[in-house]
């Protein structure tokens, strides 16, 4: 599903995010990429969303070539991928229903689609009673919800997130991670960054460690630091 | 700003209207004075088959004349009716019999006029010769420097009108950065986040071009209708001549328009 081959990416020719960094991950996955702050996590997701090019290697997003995609068919792109941000991304003066509507409006889904289908997510994410609330009147973790939900909409293949739990509690965090791996299970490949232990400690999936922008370990069922 | 661009843009086609307005009241004058003709001569109602015969071949005939048209009677009477039809009050008050025939006659040279005068000097059946290239001359030169000057503004403010328009756009992508970012990211499309941009440009375009041509109506109504019964020898611009810049000015404010809200939208839109 993604293959990221030989990848390197550096930041006014002094700053280097990403140092021949190879990842491949298979449908389905669910991958966590960590590493401290600087080490390039952020970078690889934006790569993959093809809002920054590497300055060598390659980047296959489901079987397509990010290389060769020309800028008129990144939004296609885009719409197969779900993205989940820490400061949650919401369109403050829409309401709940409209924010997540929001992903299907854009890609041109009629109206009795999106009428069906984001009442049946914010179900999902445990937000049937506020679809009418506004962003500012959501908690951190209801607004991050909110954000799931417009990533999910759509049926993504991939799901991006990160720092999701960033600016969230242990607990809303915990909740958050719930309803991640209850997409992941649908069949969504999900890959986050992030930098909370806690969080991976307790799930034990796959783990990509970055320091410094290599990759230094890439272990199955892992946690957080090694020897933790 | 959006105020802004939508007065540049009345100001600039309210003046593109007025020198258009100019140019067909000078093409007016033009046609009542016989078109472009160097040489009106007038004829006497009492002129005969013959006579009208043999001047027509004579005036053929000569070297420096490039062409001859008759006007009849009756001709004149009906060019006299159309070119001053939003005055009814003339129109109803002629007696189309006090209108002459005449040939009109286009020179190869304007200046040869006087050549011409002279050798028809004594001929039958002519009321009087009318130097036409003097009059127009005058008529054009003033008009020629007022519409030109006027056109000349109504350009450089369209300029500027497509510039505040431009400048309105991308403040306008700018207050919804946000906005836009999140579009992209959930795959939206450039066009998509283009268009409410581009209508609302367009949009000021038509504001701007309906105000010229509102006041365009309002000006001719103040200042020409009353012309209509005092100055009465000239043909002066109607409705329809006002109705004809309509299409032009719309055309030139989307025009304006849609290439100012592009040049707007370019440096946040190539991603």
């Not at chain 1, 607990?171 to 309803?179: C, E």
């Not at chain 2, 059946?125 to 056109?151: E, M, N, S, Y």
């Not at chain 2, 409410?196 to 041509?213: D, M, N, Q, R, W």
Request: proline residues 4%.
């Amino acid at each position: 599903m993604i293959s990221v081959q030989h990848v390197s990416k550096t930041y006014k020719k002094t700053i280097t995010a990403l140092d021949e960094v190879s990842v491949e991950i298979e449908k389905g996955e669910f991958v966590f990429i960590v590493g401290p702050s600087g080490s390039g996590k952020s970078t690889f997701i934006r790569l993959l969303l093809k809002e920054e090019e590497p300055d060598s290697g390659s980047i296959y997003v489901a079987g397509k070539h990010l290389g060769g995609l020309s800028s008129w068919k990144v939004p296609y792109l885009r719409r197969n991928i779900g993205t989940v941000f820490q400061d949650y991304k919401l369109l403050s003066d829409r309401t709940v229903f409209q924010n997540v509507a929001f992903a299907l409006e854009v890609i041109g889904k009629p109206k009795h689609v999106i009428d069906e289908r984001v009442p049946e997510m914010l179900e999902l994410v445990g937000l049937g009673d506020k679809i009418n609330a506004l962003p500012t009147e959501l908690s951190g973790g209801e607004q991050q919800r909110v954000s799931v939900a417009r990533a999910a909409v759509n049926r993504p293949l991939i799901l991006l997130a990160d720092e999701p739990t960033g600016n969230l509690d242990p607990a809303t965090s915990q909740d958050i991670m719930k309803l991640l791996d209850r997409i992941s299970r649908l069949g969504t490949t999900v890959v986050m960054a992030t930098h909370d232990h806690t969080i991976v400690d307790a799930m034990r999936k796959r783990v990509v460690e970055l320091d410094s922008g290599k990759v230094v370990r890439d272990q199955e069922r892992g946690v957080y630091g090694v020897g933790s | 700003m959006a105020f802004a661009a939508i007065s540049t843009t009345f100001i600039a086609l309210l003046l593109v209207g007025l020198a258009l307005l100019t140019q067909a009241q000078v093409d007016l004058i033009v046609d009542s004075t016989g078109g472009k003709v160097e040489v009106s001569v007038f004829l006497l109602d009492t002129i005969s088959e013959s006579q009208n015969a043999e001047l027509s071949e004579k005036l053929t005939s000569m070297p420096e004349v490039a062409g001859v048209d008759y006007e009849s009677k009756d001709d004149a009477c009906a060019n006299f009716k159309r070119l001053f039809a939003d005055q009814p009050d003339l129109v109803n008050n002629l007696d189309c019999n006090a209108l002459p025939a005449s040939f009109k006659v286009r020179l190869k040279d304007p200046e040869q006029y006087g050549v011409i005068a002279a050798r028809l000097e004594g001929q039958p059946g002519i009321q009087r010769i009318v130097d036409q290239h003097a009059v127009l001359d005058k008529v054009f030169r003033v008009t020629g420097v007022f519409r030109q000057g006027v056109l000349a503004v109504g350009v450089l403010m369209l300029i500027s009108a497509g510039i505040l328009i431009a400048n309105t756009v991308r403040m306008g992508l700018y207050a919804r950065r946000k906005e836009i970012g999140i579009m992209k990211l959930v795959g939206a499309t450039n066009w998509f986040i283009r268009i409410p941009f581009l209508i609302e440009g367009i949009v000021e375009g038509l504001i701007g071009a309906g105000l010229s041509i509102v006041v365009l109506f309002a000006l001719k109504v103040t200042f020409i209708d009353p012309l209509y019964g005092k100055i009465t020898f000239l043909p002066w611009v109607q409705t329809s001549d006002v109705i004809a810049t309509i299409p032009i000015l719309l055309a030139a404010g989307v025009l304006v328009a849609v290439v100012a809200s592009f040049i707007g939208m370019r440096r946040f839109l190539d991603i």
